[in-house]
């Protein structure tokens, strides 16, 4: 059994600014090959005038960040908290494949009831809440259509 | 005078049991609209348009306004009980709102104050609307590319206020965020720009679904931490008599108020800004001025800044709407979708041709203000109910909201992935000291600023010195653009040499 | 426990179908709606695209052509791209409760800038065909077309503002005639052309490129003033009737750009719905509202095609267009 509490070190004061980086260089590099930065024809500025002077700023600030961040302790993560994204994505994931309602009533349904170890009323509760949002409330009232995943779509001949 | 003359003709318009009738009716499902997160008055507004068709247009219009008023009431239910702004001017809400209701343990008055302030913004834009009437709209005209491009520059400065602890870090990450907003369709040149030949990227990444990441969600994933050593202590004040304002707490809200409402208005009439923009801007003002506790840890300062602002905003927006025909946001666009639907011409004649019906909206603005109000405040109790909830059942919940939310803003699973990004990346950079509040406000004016700077170099043929000096208007914002970035070089100059010192603060 | 599970598994899968589910083709093959109908506009309020699609729903509407509940929902991102592209791929049921607003300055940037084509459409109709003018405003500096043409002739920089798509084309086709660059007779492009205005109102702009429906009050309340009629003939009604054609100028032609205005579908959209809907658009242009109220107040030309005209023809011009930018159909 993992230990979800167990912090793990990272150096993320320091992996941050490189990802400033990064995306600045990405965004210049694009954006003066493909666009230039100003047109001297119509003395104009191109399409990547503004992301241009924007990345140069980022490139420099993220180098003075990397900077600062040498002496900067390692962070600690715990998996704990990245059960929430997990359990997002693989609600979505189950949502394109088996619809929406079921997805939600089954997310809600292992959540509380088996990860959270709470009582079967409590977790109905929070079915039945989330499920008087999807269905009146957004997709009769409001007119949004949720995604009825694959099989979904087989049944209702989509 | 002769506005107030009208204002009151206005009145005598409205005050009809079937107008009385509609603006009630508009008001609650403007609150509802408006809490939902992801559903914008926009969609409110486009939603109920169809229902309005059988009525006689000033009815119709009465409660399509109300609609979209208490609209902004609504968006700050969610952001202050959940961190989910419900709307995107809501977001600063959510930054004091959230931690005023759980941190401090105030919630009734967290509530309390948003709509306070949202009535007292309203009422000011709407004073603003009556006096200067058609005036107002053209003194929005007077705000081109050029102009703009310099006031935007001006609001930029305030992310300086936004930074927190660390500016390196705080300016790092609104750079990231213009990056990201640049990604979509350049309008000026029809070329697609770092959509990476993704569809999706192409039509750029919308900001309701960004904002639910990186506020709502990120926020989840720290709740983790807590979820189980939770101890319960807001259970006792969750009534109405302990949600009541203190004399204090009025003082405290008023003053930001009033100056929130005056300059959300005129940012309302600016073409193409609206009440983000304005919520963002008073917010960042609210900076420079003296708030009791700091702004972002729950000061009722800050809600009162952004609330009150969003509404003034709504109000001013009114003004080029009737007095020109130009919608100054998505959501006034669809009202004059309505007014042609209703045979009105809405356009330069509509105040002239049509004033029962010009003034008799107005009229019902104020109405709908005051029973929005009532009815907020009514729903108080209830809404406090949602707090009594442990953490560990509202997570799951929330997740789904979340969902819910970046689904509806965009119609399909991209926002819902865009959302959940952010989220993680969020949290990242918020676990690492680095503040998100300048990256949103970066989000939502740089496009503007990009925007206005490129057409504002091309009516100028790439003249630098046109640009900020075209104008007096682009001549004395430049100025102040120029104090307020010398001011703090200065004042360090003047602190190294010994001329100045600083009273220490404690 | 594992048997509720896969009960409420399968009575979830039951509701599902009962709110997702729409109206099916009734037995005898023929359709009608019974559900919201989301029809898209993929630019801004109060431009030209709107208004047609405001009027063509409110005809609809008011002359009982049909009852179904219409919903216009305004997708503009990416250039409108997206919109579009999410119309395109709209399957099942929802495909018979779609329809998007399509023009020849949709059909232009699409083909330029994506891969979608007119064939992941099911075109619905072709309504009518637009024409365009320049507008001076009442502040701006310059009054007439004359002016506008001794100011380019001094070398004086002139700049238009419009909206994107096929007025653009329109401002290449001009400079071209004229002969000067876009650094002298700039154009400034915005999301549509009710943005235009409020720059020229407010004098910031010299010109405004844009079609009748969407000046017509500015017009009227003296704000605005045509001065060019971009068209092969001056424009018939009261309010246009005034501003000159390029080809009265010496030494120009008349420079014309005709813009179609349309109607399409999802490609998945089934023959009796796309059959409903062309004939309800038939029926819409048959109506005194349209004729008079768009038609002849905004002078344009009536052009009626049903859905198979409509396809063939969107065809033949995309695959012109795509010939004369060098891409392949």
Known sequence: MIDAKKPVKLPTQQILPIVGLIVGIVFLYIGLSEFGFWNSNTHTPTAAFFSTIVSVGLIALSLIALLQSIRKPMEEFRLLNWYVPIGFLLMVIAMMIIGTVPAVIIFEIIWCRFYEKMSWKTTIIAVVFCLIMVIPIFTWWLGIDFPVGKIGELILGY | MENFMWLLHGF???????????????????????????????????????????????????????????????????????????????????????????????????????????????????????????????????????????????????????????????????????????????????????????????????????????????????????????????????????????????????????????????????????????????????????????????????????????????AGSFAPLLAL?????????????????????????????????????????????????????????????????????????????????????????????????????????????????????????????????????????????????????????????????AFPIVRTILIKTGVYTPKKKD | MKRSFVLAVAMLMAAAMVFAGGSKESGDGTFTPTRDVTWTVTSNPGGGSDIFTQEAKDAMLTNGISDANIVIDYVTDGGGEVGRLNVSRMTGARADYNLITFNSGDLMPMCLNTDNRVENFTPIAIMAVDKQLLFAGDVTKYQSWQEVLDALAAGQRVVIAGSKGDDIETYNALIAELGVDESQLAYITNDSTSTAITALLGGHVDLVLGKPAAAEQYVLAGRMKPILALSNERFPTELFKDAPTLGEFEGYENVEVPVWRGVAAPKAMSDAAADYWTECLRQVSETTDWQEGYIQRNALISQFMDRHEAAEYMAQYQADYLAKIGKDA
């Open chain 2, 12 to 314: 005598g318009v409205v005050f009809s049991l079937q107008n009385l009738g509609a603006c009630l009716l508009g008001s609650i499902l403007g609150l509802i609209v408006g809490a939902m997160p992801g559903i914008g008055s926009l969609a409110g507004v486009a939603l109920l348009l169809p229902l309005t068709y059988k009525f006689d247009p000033t009815t119709a219009i009465i409660m399509l306004g109300a609609l979209y008023y208490s609209n902004m009431y609504g968006g700050a239910f969610s952001a202050i009980l959940l961190n989910i702004p419900g709307d995107s001017p809501a977001v600063l809400t959510a930054v004091d709102g959230y931690p005023m209701a759980t941190v401090k343990k105030r919630p009734g008055q967290a509530l309390m104050t948003a709509n306070a302030s949202s009535c007292i913004g309203g009422i000011v834009g709407m004073l603003i609307l009556v006096i200067l009437g058609p005036a107002l709209a053209e003194f929005g005209l007077k705000f081109g590319p050029a102009e703009m491009t310099v006031l935007l520059l001006v609001a930029m400065t305030s992310i300086g206020w936004l930074v927190g602890g660390n500016p390196v870090q705080g300016v790092l990450l609104s750079f990231i965020g213009i990056l990201v907003a640049s990604i979509g369709m350049d309008v000026q040149t029809g070329v697609p720009r770092f959509d990476f030949g993704n569809i999706y990227l192409l039509g750029g990444v919308e900001f309701i679904p960004f904002v639910i990441g990186t506020v709502g969600f990120a926020q989840l994933m720290q709740l983790m931490d807590e979820k189980d050593n939770e101890v319960h202590s807001v259970t006792d004040k969750l009534t109405i008599r302990g949600s009541m304002l203190t004399a204090h707490d009025w003082k405290r809200l008023t003053p930001p108020s009033l100056r929130a409402g005056f300059v959300g208005t005129f940012v309302g009439v600016l073409p193409g800004a609206g009440a983000t923009a304005a919520s963002f801007l008073c917010y960042a003002m609210q900076k420079g001025f003296k708030s009791e506790e700091p702004l972002g840890t729950g000061a009722i300062e800050g809600i009162a800044a952004s609330e009150s602002a969003n509404n003034a905003a709504a």
């Open chain 2, 325 to 485: 025909g130009i919608p100054g946001s998505g959501t006034g666009a669809v009202l004059l979708g309505g007014l042609m639907m209703w045979g009105l011409n809405p356009g330069p004649l509509l105040f002239t041709n049509d004033p029962d019906f010009a003034w008799g909206l107005i009229a019902s603005l104020f109405i709908s203000n005051i029973v929005a109000l009532a009815i907020s405040l009514g729903i108080i109790p209830v809404l406090l109910k949602i707090l009594k909830v442990p953490v560990r059942i509202m997570i799951p919940v929330i997740m789904i909201v979340c969902f819910l939310g970046a689904y509806a803003a965009t119609y399909s699973m991209f926002g819902v992935f865009i959302m959940l990004i952010s989220g993680v990346v969020g949290y990242l950079f918020e676990k690492n000291d680095y503040s998100t509040a300048p990256m949103l406000l970066a989000f939502v004016l740089a496009p503007l600023l990009e925007d206005n700077m490129r057409k504002a170099f091309i009516a100028t043929g790439g003249d630098i010195s046109e640009v900020f000096f075209s104008s007096a208007i682009a001549t004395v914002l430049t100025i102040i653009l120029i104090v307020l970035c």
